[in-house]
């Protein structure tokens, strides 16, 4: 028997159209909607592309070298040669017309100061003219090398234009020198071990005096120029390299005492870092440093008073004396000095005596000490002489006072070099010890004092007390 159903029937919906007048509404305003925002979109971009500056077109071959030959006039070289490069990709020109323009990049480099880069252009230059006789290239070459201060490099291309008898290859930095088992030493890889090993030589000098550091590098790599010089090098660079080849393999690395001296070297080396990192941020004077430091110590940049006697020396008093009353009636001392003088060191330069008479000391040239005759000396006039002939071992002596150069103080720009030499150094101090101050007192390092030395003990003798 079915079980009865209870749900009542529900009546059917009545059917609604697809597009009724409120669904239309909402589609007819989106799509307003949806035109107006493309609309704005579109004139959006319009304005902003309007707006953009246009990308400028690339300058033509002609118009490049006009700015490269404006560029040069207002001696703007290192941008004229740039614009030179760009002519030269849009030109291609010949080979001959294209080393000229290679040269001249050369010279704007050199006037820029990039010398490297103006060696390469330079040696472009001769590749594409086929030719190693210009005398301006080579002239260019070596005074990039000398700025530079690649000696060695400068004698090698020296060396390469004036050798008749050795191929260029025999005389180029990929000659070999030296070779150790497999290794093979070239000419241009001694050249950089050489360049280091004057770095090592000149890097204390460059923290404490760098003007003079230059001095000492430049000397060190003329020097190095020499063929006895670089043969001693060479010889001290493979027997260094062999000794330490020799100890590896003796093991000689992994000894304690190596090992200890290289922790030992090794905390020389960061200390030095650390300081010269510091020296190279906080220690660099400006030139009002330079001024006031000036100013400051002018005194220790005098130049002392100094003087030059001239003497007559004589046999007798009586021959003194006459000196005197011929030099009262007119004569001139540096006559009568060569006419009457028995000394022969003066006589021929009428009298004048070496070396300087000076206020503050007690010596007379010639004499010896005797402070009494210097301040008579020092209070004449210049090219007037005593009144009076001294006595000496050496005879009776008539003395002029020939000459007085009062004390001077150098302006700074006549010492400029010297006084940023000696502010740098103090300027250096100054911050290495503000900068040790700061690093006791971060690690709260605290010295404490000594307690005093032992005496040393008496060596008593075997039986005695």
Not at 375 to 402: S, Y
Request: overall charge neutral.
């Amino acid at each position: 028997m079915e079980k009865p159903r209870l749900e009542l029937p529900r009546a059917a919906a009545p059917s609604r159209p697809v597009f009724d007048r409120r669904s239309t509404f909402f589609f007819l305003a989106g799509l307003l909607a949806f035109a107006a925002l493309a609309w704005l979109t579109i004139r959006s971009g319009r304005s902003t592309h309007a707006g953009a500056p246009a990308v400028a077109a690339p300058l033509s071959a002609e118009q490049l070298e006009k700015l490269a030959l404006r560029l040069e006039d207002k001696n703007l070289a290192q941008t004229a040669a740039e614009t030179w490069i760009e002519y030269l990709d849009a030109a291609a020109p010949p080979a001959d017309a294209a080393a000229k323009i290679h040269a001249r990049i050369g010279r704007l480099l050199i006037d820029a100061g990039r010398y490297e880069s103006a060696i390469a252009h330079l040696y472009r230059a001769e590749a594409l003219s086929g030719r190693r006789d210009d005398a301006e290239i080579a002239m260019r070459l070596r005074e990039c090398f000398q700025k530079m201060g690649r000696h060695a490099e400068l004698a090698r291309e020296i060396a390469e234009r004036t050798s008749i008898t050795k191929q260029p290859e025999e005389l180029s930095g990929r000659q070999i020198i030296a070779e150790i088992g497999d290794e093979k030493i070239t000419a241009a890889d001694f050249d950089r071990m050489v360049r280091d090993e004057v770095e090592v030589m000149v890097r204390g000098m460059a923290e404490q005096n760098p003007s003079r550091a230059e001095q000492m590098r430049a000397a060190l790599q003329q020097q190095m120029t020499r063929p006895d010089a670089r043969e001693r090098t060479l010889r001290q660079i493979v027997l260094r390299r062999v000794l330490s080849s020799e100890a590896r393999e003796k093991r000689l690395d992994q000894s304690p005492e190596y090992r200890e001296r290289l922790a030992a070297e090794a905390e020389m080396l960061l200390a030095q870092q650390v300081m010269s990192g510091v020296i190279a941020e906080r220690a660099t004077p400006t030139p009002q440093d330079v001024d006031r430091y000036y100013e400051t110590n002018r005194e220790q940049y005098a130049t002392p008073a100094s003087g030059r006697i001239a003497r007559i020396v004589c046999k007798t008093k009586d021959d003194a004396e006459k000196v005197l009353e011929l030099l009262r009636e007119g004569a001139e001392f540096a006559t009568l000095a060569k006419n009457r003088s028995t000394d022969a060191a003066t006589r021929e330069s009428g009298g004048l005596v070496e070396g300087e008479l000076s206020p503050s000391r007690d010596a007379v040239p010639g004499i010896g000490e005797n402070a009494e005759l210097r301040d008579k000396l020092w209070a004449l006039d210049p090219g007037r002489h005593l009144a009076e002939p001294i006595e000496t071992p050496d005879g009776w002596m008539v003395l002029q006072l020939h000459a007085k150069t009062p004390s001077r103080t150098p302006s700074l720009d006549e010492i400029r070099d010297r006084v940023e030499a000696d502010c740098a150094a103090a300027r250096r101090d100054e911050v290495l010890r503000q900068y040790v101050d700061e690093l006791f007192r971060k690690h709260r390092v605290r010295l404490h004092a000594q307690g005093p030395t032992p005496a040393t003990q008496p060596t008593t003798r075997p039986g005695t007390r």
